[in-house]
């Protein structure tokens, strides 16, 4: 089974900081690589699928890069509303997400 | 406009079993793939179950296989999922998940629209 480690499990940041979030597959999954936003009390939210390819309606602040097995998600300037947690999932063999990283205000 | 929108969750013992459903609309249900994703209180997310749309196969977590089976009626829109042999590891929010596109590849299909949730609690 494929193992996603993400990094780091925290971060704090604040409001126009620039931040990126890594995460690393346990073996190569090509492009096959998701991004989710969760708040608190609400399911996730798609930003990024396909490694880079941003989901209709996300801000364009919001990038992701990699292939393989390393790919980052980045926010270019944070802003209030991008206080959440964050999650990359494979989908190339199955649905494995990482352990997620909390984005918190500094 | 997608909806999902998830029922059946509760308070059940060791053991014991729980039917979730999810009840689907603003697209043609039939012809996407659904999911079931879950998160324990205070833990991250994980995938438990994904059916394709067309020959009905199935997908499952090693955590809940022999346990748990995903099922859908067409005919309503509807996704279930029938939770067996509940241990207090299963105890969390049970969303349900649509596929983004039509049809279904291993490798290559994402999920994009989400539920609410509903939340399984097993417990004596």
């Known amino acids: 089974d494929i193992q996603m480690t993400q990094s780091p499990s925290t971060l704090s940041a604040s409001v126009g900081d620039r931040v990126t979030i890594t995460c690393r597959a346990s073996q190569r999954i090509s492009t096959w690589l998701a991004w989710y936003q969760q708040k608190p009390g609400k399911p996730p939210k798609l930003l990024i699928y396909k490694a880079s390819s941003l989901e209709t309606g996300v801000p364009s602040r919001f990038s992701g890069s990699g292939s393989g097995t390393e790919f980052t998600l980045t926010i270019s300037s944070l802003l209030p509303d991008d206080f959440a947690t964050y999650y990359c999932?494979?989908?190339?063999?199955?649905?494995?997400f990482g352990q997620g990283t909390k984005v918190e205000i500094k | 406009e997608v909806q999902l929108l998830e029922s059946g969750g509760g308070l059940v013992q060791p053991g014991g079993s729980l039917r979730l459903s999810c009840a689907a609309s603003?697209?043609?249900?039939?012809?996407?793939?659904m999911s079931w994703v879950r998160q324990g209180p205070g833990k991250g997310l994980e995938w438990v179950s994904t059916?394709?749309?067309?020959?009905?196969?199935?997908y499952y977590a090693h955590s809940v296989k022999g346990r748990f089976t995903i099922s859908r009626d067409n005919s309503r829109n509807t996704l279930n999922l029938q939770m067996d042999k509940l241990r207090a590891e299963d105890t969390a929010v049970y969303y349900c998940?649509?596929?983004?596109?039509?049809?279904?590849?291993?490798?290559?299909?994402?999920?994009?629209?989400w539920g609410p949730g509903t939340l399984v609690t097993v417990s004596s």
């Open positions: 998940a649509k596929a983004k596109s039509r049809g279904f590849i291993l490798g290559g299909t994402i999920f994009d629209s």
């Open positions: 603003g697209f043609t249900f039939s012809t996407y793939a």
């Open positions: 059916l394709s749309p067309r020959d009905d196969t199935t």
């Open positions: 999932q494979e989908y190339d063999s199955s649905w494995t």
